[in-house]
């Protein structure tokens, strides 16, 4: 059965919040003391249009926050309109200790918010994975840095969809497997246009976006 747990953690410069966790067991006889709690395994997240970064504060929050007046979007070719544009990614933890991965999308348009967007760009998935050493006698445990794991969407007359899972991606992306016991957050997830621009994305660190677990024991 699939196993989740929540969490809290600090975001990166944002607020206090709940990490979207995963765990995996890829061989069932297999113990795997990563493993904890159980609870559900699904988690649908809605996409928003994505800002960029305050990197020059002007001002600041009322608790004396740094922080950018004036946040304009990113200038992607794609835009997410605010009362027609509708998208989500759904993550659910499979019996075999993978996770199923699927994105849609709807009402995306070109800069001139006249013409459906169309054209192929990139759902990613950024990860941060605590696995067992390949090397145990050096380590029995290792945690890799932050690391993005693509998977590409075809869009056409403004929609896009796909249905994939993690261990794919990871695999067509030559990135290898997770092994037989791992335990990954999500920091963020992304749609780039074809140019590589963000166009929109969530991050479950963010406060308005809950947080959530999922995985396996073996």
């Given at each position: 059965?699939?196993?989740?747990?929540?969490?809290?953690?600090?975001?990166?410069?944002?607020?206090?919040?709940?990490?979207?966790?995963?765990?995996?067991?890829?061989?069932?006889?297999?113990?795997?003391?990563?493993?904890?709690?159980?609870?559900?395994?699904?988690?649908?997240?809605?996409?928003?249009?994505?800002?960029?970064?305050?990197?020059?504060?002007?001002?600041?929050?009322?608790?004396?926050?740094?922080?950018?007046?004036?946040?304009?979007?990113?200038?992607?070719?794609?835009?997410?309109?605010?009362?027609r544009t509708a998208g989500e990614v759904m993550l659910n933890g499979l019996k075999d200790g993978?996770?199923?991965?699927?994105?849609?999308?709807?009402?995306?348009?070109?800069?001139?918010?006249?013409?459906?967007?169309?054209?192929?760009?990139?759902?990613?998935?950024?990860?941060?994975?605590?696995?067992?050493?390949?090397?145990?006698?050096?380590?029995?445990?290792?945690?890799?840095?932050?690391?993005?794991?693509?998977?590409?969407?075809?869009?056409?007359?403004?929609?896009?969809?796909?249905?994939?899972?993690?261990?794919?991606?990871?695999?067509?992306?030559?990135?290898?497997?997770?092994?037989?016991?791992?335990?990954?957050?999500?920091?963020?997830?992304?749609?780039?246009?074809?140019?590589?621009?963000?166009?929109?994305?969530?991050?479950?660190?963010?406060?308005?976006?809950?947080?959530?677990?999922?995985g396996t024991r073996g």
């Amino acid at each position: 059965m699939a196993e989740p747990r929540r969490r809290c953690a600090s975001s990166t410069g944002v607020a206090v919040a709940i990490l979207l966790t995963f765990f995996g067991t890829a061989v069932q006889a297999q113990t795997c003391d990563l493993i904890r709690a159980k609870t559900k395994t699904k988690l649908k997240l809605a996409l928003g249009r994505a800002y960029k970064p305050c990197t020059a504060p002007d001002t600041t929050t009322s608790g004396g926050i740094a922080a950018c007046s004036d946040p304009s979007p990113t200038a992607s070719q794609w835009v997410f309109d605010s009362g027609r544009t509708a998208g989500e990614v759904m993550l659910n933890g499979l019996k075999d200790g993978d996770v199923a991965v699927s994105f849609k999308v709807a009402g995306l348009y070109d800069q001139d918010l006249v013409s459906p967007a169309a054209g192929t760009g990139v759902i990613e998935l950024e990860l941060e994975v605590t696995l067992e050493d390949p090397q145990p006698l050096l380590h029995p445990r290792i945690t890799t840095v932050p690391f993005q794991v693509p998977v590409a969407v075809s869009i056409s007359e403004g929609k896009g969809f796909v249905k994939t899972t993690l261990g794919q991606m990871m695999g067509a992306a030559g990135l290898g497997s997770l092994g037989g016991c791992w335990i990954g957050t999500v920091r963020t997830v992304t749609l780039l246009d074809p140019n590589g621009t963000p166009v929109g994305g969530t991050s479950p660190a963010f406060s308005e976006r809950p947080g959530w677990s999922t995985g396996t024991r073996g």
